[in-house]
């Protein structure tokens, strides 16, 4: 392993709003070392209507930043304790905040959190804004894991090309061939199935996929989905967490959750489309990788193997965290946080804002 690596924490909230991932990593950028110290910090109920009511950028967006900020310093002290570390022994933490906005269309992209309030809260300088350079200099802003994803494919052993999908709200796959890398959000992921099965049973989600299991897909409504023109558009592309509507109506809460899952692995076999060439095996990470009627319709539509994160020894719940941490060493080191391969960029190009702790 190489000299020189920074102990760093990386957070993430993702569009499926269900709480803070925090997870602790020694890097310097480039090379990792993964200590396998994580955890899941989940959203009360207030604290998620409140993120719930932003989206968009309506209602009050100030409480909520200040909300959110708060509860990620709790899951940093979490982490800290856990680790057995005090604030001096971490050199940075990474802050993705919550997406509320993303128009790349409009070359806007909108994160809230307050990387002063965190610094100032945990006592560890912060980085945050990671996606505000990209998009100025023409990228997507998203995605932004998948230097990191490239990164522990190094280290590992699965063939050629390999392709990581990422699961949250919305999904991305990150194809790796050697050191080339494509990258691009497929469609939707579980954001639009959470919120039909909060609506049709108040339940947050569909809980390993029992309900879109005992449900048969409407493929009328699913071809009708894809025939959106995202999904013929060449990539690197991304995606709002609202970007798709489907229609339901009429449907069973069961029918209803074997429809999105349908069309959740439609659309990430339409991206076969823009992918070099077909990957030898998927890797599932997020929290769709939970999803035993998604993982079944995904081997169903792309004909190879699909393994779940943790078939390579990855944590499927702390990568993003992780690619937070590794994104922010890489801020602090200059080095491309994006690639013209996987966000559209004009070149390869670095971001992110430093807040100093005030101890420091």
């Known amino acids: 392993m190489a000299d020189g690596l920074k102990t760093a924490i990386g957070l993430m909230s993702g569009t499926s709003l269900d709480g803070v991932d925090a997870a602790l990593l020694r890097t310097d950028g480039v090379h990792v070392e993964r200590t396998g110290l994580a955890l899941e910090l989940p959203y009360d109920g207030p604290v998620r209507a409140l993120l719930r009511s932003v989206l968009g950028g309506r209602g009050d967006v100030p409480a909520a930043s200040r909300a959110l900020t708060l509860r990620h310093a709790e899951a940093v002290v979490a982490?800290?304790?856990?680790?057995?570390?005090?604030?001096?022994?971490?050199?940075?933490?990474?802050?993705?905040?919550?997406?509320?906005?993303?128009?790349?269309?409009?070359h806007m992209t909108w994160q809230i959190g307050d990387g002063a309030l965190l610094a100032e809260c945990t006592g560890i300088d912060v980085v945050d804004d990671f996606r505000s350079r990209d998009v100025a200099a023409g990228g997507q802003g998203a995605p932004l894991a998948p230097l990191y994803h490239a990164a522990l494919a190094a280290m590992g052993e699965a063939p050629p090309p390999l392709a990581v999908l990422n699961v949250g709200g919305v999904a991305n796959v990150t194809w790796i061939e050697g050191d080339r890398i494509v990258a691009f959000d497929t469609g939707p992921g579980g954001a639009l199935l959470d919120d039909w099965v909060l609506r049709a049973t108040g339940a947050p989600f569909d809980r390993d996929g029992a309900l879109a299991r005992a449900g048969s897909p409407d493929m009328g409504r699913v071809d009708a989905a894809l025939a959106h023109p995202y999904f013929a558009r060449p990539a690197p592309k991304s995606l709002d967490r609202d970007a798709?509507?489907?229609?339901?109506?009429?449907?069973?809460?069961?029918?209803?959750?074997?429809?999105?899952?349908?069309?959740?692995?439609?659309?990430?076999?339409?991206?076969?489309?823009?992918?070099?060439?077909?990957?030898?095996?998927?890797?599932?990470?997020?929290?769709?990788?939970?999803?035993?009627?998604?993982?079944?319709?995904?081997?169903?539509?792309?004909?190879?193997?699909?393994?779940v994160a943790e078939d390579l020894d990855w944590d499927g719940d702390a990568l993003e965290a992780e690619a937070f941490a590794f994104l922010a060493v890489r801020s602090l080191a200059g080095l491309p946080l994006s690639l013209p391969e996987t966000t559209g960029v004009s070149r390869p190009v670095t971001g992110g804002a430093l807040h100093r702790a005030v101890t420091r």
């Open 79 to 106: 982490l800290l304790a856990k680790a057995g570390l005090t604030p001096d022994e971490v050199d940075v933490v990474g802050f993705h905040g919550q997406t509320i906005a993303h128009r790349p269309e409009e």
């Open 244 to 307: 798709f509507a489907i229609d339901l109506d009429g449907l069973s809460p069961e029918d209803g959750a074997a429809t999105l899952v349908a069309f959740t692995a439609g659309a990430v076999a339409r991206g076969l489309d823009h992918l070099p060439s077909p990957p030898t095996r998927w890797i599932v990470t997020g929290g769709g990788r939970r999803n035993g009627a998604l993982l079944a319709a995904l081997g169903g539509r792309l004909n190879v193997e699909v393994g």
